[in-house]
């Protein structure tokens, strides 16, 4: 089992909609949960953090985070194209003395017009 | 303020040949990682340099890999003897805790 899993995607939806882009992971102890957004040829970008169970919002951005059911997720209200990307959950866990990130594979957010 | 930079930007090499590509962090950030993302692929961590603590190397795909961090700034990742499973783009990121991590542009490797 893969420690931070994601769906590869694409996913695609139209503009104005809401994406939702989930993440699972391993480890139950994890602390700390990133979303970072990248877009193609460019470095990661941090968008979002979270770190205790519940919703967090910025913006369009809502990242919703379930200790219990190790899932978190990242909600992206009234998307636009701009949006389209790929989208990197990372989560720090015991495992690494909570120090390191791991990096999901991402999934390829696709917003048409 | 200046971001993570990264130099060269791209870099194409002969098999066999070594490599340095340099990473210079944000003034004042104590950590730095390196990670190797090939394409399509998510975020391979490679190695994380904490302060004056010794690094944590166990990414480090083989013994061909090395890096430093020379007075708690810039750092240097080199790859001796650089095979075409190299090719990648290698990414620096620096923090100034454990929490959020800013990266820099990246250096695409490309061996031949």
């Known amino acids: 089992q893969k420690e931070v899993e994601q769906n590869s995607g694409p996913l695609s939806v139209p503009e104005g909609a809401i994406a939702s882009l989930n993440c699972t992971y391993s480890d139950r102890v994890s602390q700390s949960f990133f979303w970072y957004r990248q877009y193609s040829g460019k470095s990661p970008e941090l968008i979002m953090s979270i770190y205790s169970n519940g919703d967090k919002e910025d913006g369009r951005f809502t990242a919703q985070l379930n200790k219990a059911s190790q899932y978190v997720s990242l909600l992206i209200r009234d998307s636009q194209p701009s949006d389209s990307a790929t989208y990197l959950c990372a989560v720090k866990g015991r495992n690494t003395g909570f120090q390191k990130l791991v990096f999901g594979t991402g999934t390829r957010l696709l917003v048409s017009p | ?112």
């Open chain 2, 1 to 112: 303020g200046a971001g993570v930079s990264q130099s060269p930007s791209n870099k194409v090499t002969e098999k066999g040949k070594d490599v340095e590509l340099r990473c210079d962090p944000i003034s004042g950030h104590t950590a730095l990682y390196w990670y190797r993302q090939s394409l399509g692929q998510g975020l391979e961590f490679l190695i994380y340099f904490q302060g004056n603590s010794a690094p944590d190397k166990s990414g480090l795909p083989s013994d061909r890999f090395s890096a430093e961090r020379t007075g708690g700034s810039v750092s240097t990742l080199t790859i001796q003897r650089t095979q075409q499973e190299d090719s990648a783009v290698y990414l620096c990121a620096s923090s100034p805790s454990v929490e959020t991590q800013y990266f820099g542009p990246g250096t695409r490797l490309l061996v031949l």
